[in-house]
């Protein structure tokens, strides 16, 4: 089974800063999707960016962007130019490509609570 | 297009009370799902479905049931509410190449 680890239940950041957060995984299989869903106070599940993990390449979607680390089984993303609007849970999410026995299952980490400070 | 949607928004049982959560997706995903979001926790999956009529049970479907009738519906079953089933449910839909898509959720109270 997957497993999905958010070591950082809460942190902060100053307004326009960069802040990082951190997503470790455990899994046998080679073929999935990773990715950050953000969950402002309004509770709506956003999905901020996603990531294959044949791709080597980073993903990146404007000021989000992401550290995959396939063999280190890191996921971490970075936030750029923070905004007030940034202030959320932010959950990474794993899901494998394969149906197999299993259905596109996301395994959530527990989530990081980020609030961006003016 | 409106995505995935979820009725009632808001819901307060009583104990030993039974009710239904709808779900509807417009996008013809194969495989829906419906988890549930307790206070400061990530989402734990209840039950799913990878097609009409096909449903299997997740990590937490104790005191739910499920069924799946067509390709867009999927109702959650609440039978005999207790206060452990207090919580936020979401329903989600994929077509397996991509990301999951979220409805706006349920807070569901029991009292």
């Known amino acids: 089974a997957q497993t999905v680890t958010q070591s950082q239940p809460e942190m902060s950041v100053q307004e326009a800063e960069t802040v990082t957060l951190s997503c470790t995984y455990d899994?046998?299989?080679?073929?999935?999707?990773l990715f950050w869903y953000k969950q402002p106070p309004s509770r709506q599940m956003i999905l901020v960016i996603r990531?294959?993990?044949?791709?080597?390449q980073n993903a990146t979607e404007n000021r989000f962007s992401v550290n995959f680390q396939k063999a280190a089984k890191s996921f971490s993303l970075k936030i750029s130019d923070s905004q007030l609007g940034d202030t959320a849970m932010y959950f990474c999410?794993?899901?494998?490509?394969?149906?197999?026995?299993?259905?596109?299952?996301?395994?959530f980490g527990k989530g990081t609570k980020l609030s961006v400070i003016p | 297009n409106a995505g995935v949607t979820q009725t009632p928004k808001f819901r307060i049982l009583k104990i030993g009370q039974s009710m239904t959560l709808q779900c509807t997706q417009d996008m013809n995903h194969n495989y829906m799902y419906w988890y549930r979001q307790d206070p400061g926790m990530g989402l734990k999956l209840i039950y799913y479905?990878?097609?009409?009529?096909?449903?299997d049970k997740g990590e937490v479907p104790n005191g739910y049931n499920v069924s799946r009738s067509t390709t867009e519906d999927f109702p959650l079953r609440l039978e005999l509410a207790a206060p452990s089933q207090t919580s936020v449910y979401f329903c989600a839909s994929t077509s397996g190449q991509s990301e999951q898509y979220f409805g706006p959720g349920t807070r569901l109270t029991v009292t």
């Open positions: 999410a794993f899901m494998d490509r394969y149906s197999g026995a299993g259905s596109y299952q996301l395994t």
């Open positions: 990531q294959e993990a044949y791709k080597q």
């Open positions: 899994t046998s299989e080679s073929n999935y999707y």
């Open positions: 479905s990878v097609g009409a009529g096909i449903t």
